[in-house]
């Protein structure tokens, strides 16, 4: 058994900064999302945002450091499958970062929200508000990404709902305390932060052009 | 007496329009007001949000032809027009009548005001007003409306 401050090393700034402006986001999407209206244009804001995060994170995951990178922590099948029989078996295993299930998780959770807020770009609420590349494409094409809009979005409260149970599991069941680690984390180096800080910056100037910039007529 | 004549004149228009149109027709009638009522509103919320330059001008004039066709799709829900051509409009409408008579009057009651309100010049009434409108379009489509698939 690792103990939890062996765990909490496992997390650099950018990484915890991310995960925790993504669930803020994420929460108020859903939130905003339902409520329509006048929150649409809070709604499609925070969908940029999540843009932008996605991007550094995709570049965090090849560049960063070694746990936030995808070549440390994707596993194959056999390898996923054999922890999750040592789940099973009731082990307390604590693998610094992720285990090979959160790994996948990872990436299943990246994809659909990239599809959610791609899909929310061509997307309209048919009353007055439409995402900025809907002007782009066919009505037709509007009402598909709008429908698969809808269905992402149920896919994705059963993935952060697992997601939720996963870390209450460890948390009180395995009482490993990974929240911890998402919040205090490994010491990083100001080069780090520095690096992480560009890549955001990159992301976030073509999500800029992407949603403003190419749009405008 | 003038407001006799027109109440009486928009009684008689709704009379008109739910014995003589057919159930087919009046789908494509509701189906066009809306289309007219998403063009026109969707310009005054782009205002309202500062994505299109304000003008008192066009505020009125959108305003003005969104309160024209807000009152057309009321008359088109008649008989035998959950299924005639293609439509969303979910057989709740004819179940509920008077709850989805009561948001659809809801809705002209706020687009006449914001039809006034646009008039007055104020950016943030005007604002208001397109929020309140917003809220009352989407209490039908949430509830009577199929979702896309």
Redesign the interface.
């Known amino acids: 058994m690792i103990a939890p401050g062996a765990q909490a090393s496992a997390w650099d700034l950018p990484t915890r900064l991310f995960h925790w402006a993504l669930t803020v986001l994420v929460v108020f999407s859903y939130v905003t999302g339902k409520l329509?209206?006048?929150w649409m244009?809070w709604h499609m804001r925070s969908g940029y945002t999540i843009l932008a995060l996605i991007g550094f994170r995709l570049a965090w995951g090849f560049v960063g450091p070694a746990p936030a990178r995808f070549a440390s922590f994707l596993r194959g099948p056999a390898t996923t499958l054999a922890y999750l029989r040592t789940l099973r078996a009731g082990n307390r295993p604590a693998p610094a970062g992720h285990n090979p299930l959160g790994g996948w998780n990872v990436v299943l959770m990246l994809a659909l929200l990239a599809l959610q807020a791609g899909t929310g770009l061509f997307s309209n609420?048919?009353?007055?508000?439409?995402g900025p590349l809907a002007a782009k494409v066919s009505d037709a094409m509007v009402?598909?990404m709008?429908?698969i809009h809808?269905w992402v979005q149920l896919v994705l409260v059963v993935v952060v709902a697992l997601h939720v149970a996963a870390v209450l599991f460890y948390q009180l069941g395995l009482r490993i305390d990974v929240v911890r680690s998402m919040v205090a984390g490994a010491p990083t180096a100001p080069r780090t932060v520095a690096l992480a800080a560009a890549f955001a910056a990159a992301s976030a100037a073509v999500v800029y052009w992407l949603v403003v910039l190419y749009p405008k007529p | 007496m003038k407001t006799v004549l027109l109440a009486l004149a928009l009684v008689a228009t709704a009379a008109i329009a739910q014995a003589q149109i057919k159930p087919e027709t009046q789908v494509k009638l509701r189906k066009s007001a809306y289309s007219l009522m998403?063009y026109s509103?969707?310009a005054?919320?782009?205002m309202a949000?500062g994505k299109r330059p304000y003008s008192k001008d066009d505020a009125v004039r959108f305003a003005d032809l969104l309160q024209q066709v807000s009152t057309v799709p009321k008359t088109m829900f008649g008989e035998g027009t959950d299924k005639a051509g293609e439509t969303r409009a979910k057989p709740e409408i004819w179940t509920h009548r008077a709850d989805f008579d009561t948001k659809m009057n809801k809705m002209i009651d706020e687009v006449a005001n914001l039809a006034q309100v646009a008039r007055s010049g104020d950016q943030a009434a005007l604002k208001r007003a397109?929020?309140e409108t917003?809220?009352a379009?989407?209490a039908c489509?949430?509830e009577y409306r199929t979702?896309?698939?």
């Open positions: 329509g209206g006048e244009t609420d048919e009353s007055a508000h439409e009402d598909r709008s429908a809808g | 998403n509103f969707g005054l919320d782009a949000e397109v929020h917003d809220n379009c989407n489509h949430d979702k896309r698939q």
